[in-house]
């Protein structure tokens, strides 16, 4: 087996980031967190990781500006980013793809399909 | 002739009169009714509501004549709005400075006698004038001038309740949005920790935290399936709200419903056998496609078959049908039928409002927000069909809708979509392609069924056609879709109809794409003149000289 993947899960949802990081922990997964924007760009730098998990409703600069920034730095082809939001799919879904994530979840998330995505987006990274 | 003076509140005034929005306003009776009694009462052949805008006066009511306004300074009434506190009388214009050579005076009107009583607000503008108008010098009594004060108080009284009526109206629109968004908002912040319920719930279940004993994992699956329940009636709430505020956008396609009907079947597998009820379905083989968005019928499907369910006993079924509508060729009939404990006949149609619950006792039957059914029907409504409901208490309940068949044309947008779409997709099942001057044979596949039909002939050089049949309930019928590249796309389809004539014994009309015929000629091989995919959208346009639709010809399939 090769090295393990380093997911980073952003969200301000401490029980959240909780919660995912064992399921993520338990799939094989290093798990790096990131709570707002500014902390999610340095993570990214710093961890670079395979994946990002982002959240939409973050403090202080939401989602949007996180795959803005991370566009913007060239770091969205080697940092791929799946969205898990409460927000409206039906409005974010095409929004969040336009602005260059992969995929696009409404929470509450099926976490079956959630690490379906995951692993797919891995697979295409390589 | 003297101009008349303006108002000391003059803006205040305007502004006062804009507030009401009574200017170019279509006559109304209650207006018409008060001028009656002024001149009634006053015993004159003219009166009128006159209301004195900055350059004109404009008459809400009128008896006696037909002009909708005049030049302000022609106005008499814009003389009576000086002075409040009294009407103003002329007893004869002739013989008065200001007015004896007014064109109104000297003109068809020719105005001799003139009482107008100012129309007050409760601040104290006057915003025009109640008056009564006679062609003979003359006067009024004090019973009669009093009387006229009257009225056009109630004149104003007219445009107060109007504008109070407007105000509650707005009122009412802004309250309704405040609770639409206040919950949107409530929905979106109930998803959080809905999300970590179910989060750490499956990863107690998966035993990543620990062994799991059997009870415990008993409670927990109760636990999942009232966060699921939650769970629904949370986007039932935010569907309700999108529909009340109008959000709700219909992606419209080709629709297969015995794929839609064999899909939520399978979603439904696991809870129907755990209640014992058995899932039948009977759809019309040639039932044609519906022009719908899947997503909203399988929507609809799958809140028609979770009701079903609820109000199923054990062993029960819930057969599932659609065929051709039996009196409308442009519809589709779909049933979901239950033999459950149906409802009274007063509650069928009731059963549709929002928030609307089943007198039932039983407690299964009560779960839920009462909103899945106002859902199926607004969605339904937004499709242009309709939905309803037959029951029989202890017989069970079946829910009828119906949705529009596609039409030729949108049928053939969806093609050429699909085909732009991917190089891959074959045209539905239309599966031959033939381009160039070559003598060809061309076999057309059903869209559904085997291939039935082979023709023989040329085609004209530089286009692409093909060939399909399309269904109204069990008639087939065929047309001609041709992929013409610009400048004379006309020219071609005219040509490929001319052989289309030749060859089939039947009139078929010929419908022409033009922006398809790029991503259609790579597949063929034949050299369009560049990539045209993801272009402005197809033109579509039927060339023959019938209309598309019922003059299509029948064909019967052979084979």
């Known amino acids: 087996m090769g090295k393990k993947k380093t997911i980073l899960v952003v969200d301000d949802d401490p029980d959240q980031l909780h919660g995912l990081s064992i399921r993520l922990k338990a799939n094989g997964y290093k798990v790096a967190f990131a709570k707002d924007c500014v902390q999610t ?86 | 002739m003297m101009k008349p003076p303006t108002p000391a509140d003059e803006e205040l005034r305007l502004a006062a009169l804009a507030r009401y929005h009574v200017l170019d306003t279509p006559p109304e009776i209650a207006y018409d009714d008060i001028t009656f009694l002024a001149s009634q009462i006053c015993g004159t052949p003219i009166a009128a509501v006159s209301l004195i805008d ?105 445009m107060e309740l109007r504008w109070a009526l407007r105000e509650l109206e ?50 927990l699956g109760i636990i999942d399936r009232n966060a699921k329940q939650l769970r629904r009636m949370i986007g039932d709430l935010i569907e309700v709200t999108r529909i009340k505020s109008g959000k709700i956008e219909l992606d419209r396609t080709a629709v297969d419903l015995r794929h839609v009907v064999s899909d939520v079947f399978q979603s439904f597998q696991i809870s129907a056998a755990l209640q014992d009820v058995s899932l039948t379905s009977n759809v019309d083989r040639l039932l044609p496609l519906a022009h719908a968005d899947p997503a909203r019928v399988t929507q609809i499907f799958t809140n028609l078959l979770e009701n079903a369910l ?19 060729v442009d519809f589709v009939q779909i049933s979901v039928a239950d033999d459950g404990c149906g409802i009274s006949s007063g509650e069928c149609d009731r059963i549709f409002e929002q ?30 069909g309709e939905i309803w409901a037959e029951s029989q208490p202890d017989r069970g309940t079946t829910f009828h809708f119906t949705l529009p068949v596609i039409s030729l044309l949108d049928w053939v947008a969806h093609i050429v979509s699909e085909r732009q779409a991917s190089d891959s997709v074959s045209l539905m099942s239309v599966d031959f392609l033939v381009g160039g001057a070559e003598a060809s044979t061309v076999t057309v596949a059903d869209l559904m069924d085997q291939a039935w039909l082979t023709v023989e002939g040329r085609l004209p050089a530089g286009c692409l056609m093909v060939p399909g049949s399309y269904r109204i309930g069990s008639t087939r019928r065929l047309f001609i879709l041709v992929f013409a590249e610009a400048p004379e796309p006309e020219q071609l389809a005219a040509d490929i109809a001319d052989w289309v004539e030749s060859v089939w014994p039947v009139d078929i009309p010929v419908v022409k794409i033009e922006t398809g015929f790029h991503a259609l000629s790579r597949t063929t091989g034949h050299n369009g003149a560049g990539d045209s995919r993801g272009t402005a959208e197809c033109i579509v346009q039927v060339i023959t000289n019938q209309p ?3 003059q299509l010809p029948e064909v019967t399939p052979h084979g």
């Not at chain 2, 004549?65 to 214009?93: N, Y």
């Not at chain 2, 009122?171 to 319920?197: G, M, Y």
């Not at chain 2, 007198?359 to 242009?384: E, F, K, M, T, W």
């Open chain 2, 310 to 328: 609820k109000f199923s006993s054990q062993g029960g079924t819930i057969a599932v049908s659609a065929k051709p509508h039996p009196q409308d």
């Open chain 2, 548 to 550: 598309v639709g019922d």
């Open chain 1, 41 to 126: 760009i340095g993570a990214v730098r710093k961890a670079k990781p395979d994946l990002v998990l982002l959240d939409i409703g973050l403090p202080a600069g939401d989602g949007y500006l996180v795959l803005e920034r991370l566009a913007k730095l060239n770091l969205l082809p080697s940092h791929p980013v799946i969205v898990v939001s409460a927000e409206d799919a039906t409005v974010h879904r095409q929004k969040a793809l336009a602005a260059g994530a992969v995929a696009y979840f409404q929470k509450p998330a099926d976490d079956a399909e959630l690490q379906v995505a995951i692993q797919t987006a891995l697979g295409q990274q390589n």
């Open chain 2, 54 to 158: 900055r350059e004109r006066q404009w008459f809400k009511s009128k008896i006696g004549f037909d002009v909708t306004e005049t030049p302000r300074d022609w106005a008499f009434c814009a003389h009576a709005i000086v002075d409040k506190d009294q009407p103003l009388i002329v007893p004869d214009a002739r013989e008065d400075e200001r007015f004896k050579d007014n064109p109104l005076v000297t003109g068809d009107l020719s105005v001799r006698f003139y009482a107008g009583a100012p129309l007050l607000t409760a601040e104290g503008h006057a915003l025009g004038t109640l008056c009564v108008i006679d062609q003979e010098p003359r006067n009024i009594t004090d019973e009669a001038k009093h009387a006229l004060q009257i009225l056009s108080r109630e004149v104003v009284s007219q």
């Open chain 2, 355 to 384: 928030l609307y619950q089943i007198q039932d006792v039983r407690p299964q039957a009560r779960a839920g927000l009462g909103l899945g059914l106002h859902i199926c029907r607004d969605l339904v409504s937004r499709h242009g």
């Open chain 2, 170 to 219: 707005r009122s009412r629109r802004q309250q309704l949005e405040h609770r639409d968004q206040f919950l949107s908002h409530v929905s979106h912040e109930l998803r959080s920790p809905l999300t970590v319920i179910f989060q750490f719930v499956s990863i107690l279940l998966d035993g990543l935290g620990g062994t799991v004993s059997p009870e415990q994992r008993e409670y």
